[in-house]
């Protein structure tokens, strides 16, 4: 189960950190990620993290200003710099593994949380 959390409404410029809380899994590494969908448009990938060696990803519309990283059970995202066009649903993901070019692509993952809105004005 993937319990996100930490959305909320703020303006151009400011910051939010989003929370994933994972239970129920139980190998040791995981692939992990932070998608969004805007109203009318496909879920994107924004950043990925496999938990054996903290390897990251990011999209290149979020590079520099978004951070992901994991503690224990728990997946972050770090939002920066946070401008209008990254207004959606976020949601966080998880798979047994992180696949090539798959890592930030919905099809790369199998378990989803319900999200949380991020409203940026």
């Known amino acids: 189960q993937l319990v996100e959390s930490g959305g909320g409404s703020v303006q151009a410029g400011g910051s939010l950190r989003l929370s994933c809380v994972a239970s129920?899994?139980?190998?040791?590494?995981?692939?992990m990620g932070w998608f969004r969908q805007a109203p009318g448009k496909e879920r994107e990938g924004v950043a990925a993290?496999?938990?054996?060696?903290?390897s990251t990803w990011y999209a290149d519309s979020v590079e520099g200003r978004f951070t992901i990283s994991q503690a224990k059970n728990t997946l972050y995202l770090q939002m920066n710099s946070l401008k209008p066009e990254d207004t959606g649903m976020y949601y966080c993901?998880?798979?047994?593994?992180?696949?090539?070019?798959?890592?930030?692509?919905?099809?790369?993952?199998?378990?989803w949380g319900q999200g949380t809105q991020v409203t940026v004005s």
């Open positions: 993290l496999y938990t054996g060696d903290s």
């Open positions: 129920g899994y139980t190998y040791s590494s995981y692939c």
């Open positions: 993901a998880a798979d047994r593994y992180c696949r090539g070019g798959l890592v930030l692509h919905v099809a790369g993952y199998n378990y």
